[in-house]
């Protein structure tokens, strides 16, 4: 059933990814670009890797795809003018395309190193010892890591961006002079008295 599935998201994941590229209008892109991450998040948890499945989906398609999308949907992008700057960029793609299918051409092609004593391997009913020995999920394993070997790596990287955070909110709050800006306090408190100012002219006959 494992097995099923997994080929399953596979599929998945190969035919939503050459739709990112063969679809015309960017908005499809972008929401077949959301399905490949899913798919192959949900390859990552089947091969017990629960950590990176999940940054998958909260970096990926929660920030980065979800920001493409509402960029692309916000912009009036043609599509004839995008087809024609796709067209541009055909000769450089088929080239690349050729030398990627020539390279795997010559690794699938090429001889590989036999392993020693194979019948051993071939013979004896194959045993995970390390499910045996070490029962820890993947994100106990690294959060034990994390704490205790890369600490001070951890504390760094955090200390990093406690930094750049800090920096945004001075570059923000920086108020520059001869700037006009709107008082709301002022604006919602006038009333007749403030608004209207009686002055007196004194005209003088020249």
């Known amino acids: 059933m494992e097995l099923l599935l997994f080929d399953l998201f596979a599929l998945i994941v190969v035919a939503s990814s050459t739709c990112v590229v063969a679809s015309k209008n960017p908005i499809h892109s972008v929401l077949f670009l959301i399905l490949t991450f899913c798919a192959a998040s949900a390859l990552l948890l089947l091969i017990e890797v629960e950590f990176l499945a999940m940054m998958f989906i909260m970096v990926y398609v929660g920030a980065i795809a979800v920001l493409f999308l509402f960029v692309v949907m916000m912009l009036n992008t043609r599509l004839a003018e995008f087809h024609l ?73 955090g200390l990093i961006l406690l930094v750049a955070m800090v920096a ?24 007749f008295h403030k608004t209207i100012y009686l002055t007196t002219h004194n005209s003088q006959s020249y």
């Open 85 to 157: 700057s796709l067209l541009r960029y055909l000769p450089l793609g088929a080239i690349i395309g050729f030398l990627f299918l020539l390279q795997m051409y010559f690794l699938l092609n090429s001889d590989l190193t036999p392993t020693p004593n194979h019948d051993l391997i071939t013979t004896l009913s194959f045993q995970d010892w390390s499910v045996h020995q070490n029962a820890l999920t993947n994100v106990e394993s690294l959060g034990q890591l994390i704490y205790t070997y890369y600490f001070f790596l951890f504390l760094l990287a």
């Open 168 to 191: 945004a909110i001075v570059l923000t709050v920086y108020k520059r002079k001869g700037v006009r800006r709107q008082d709301i306090y002022q604006q919602v408190t006038t009333d």
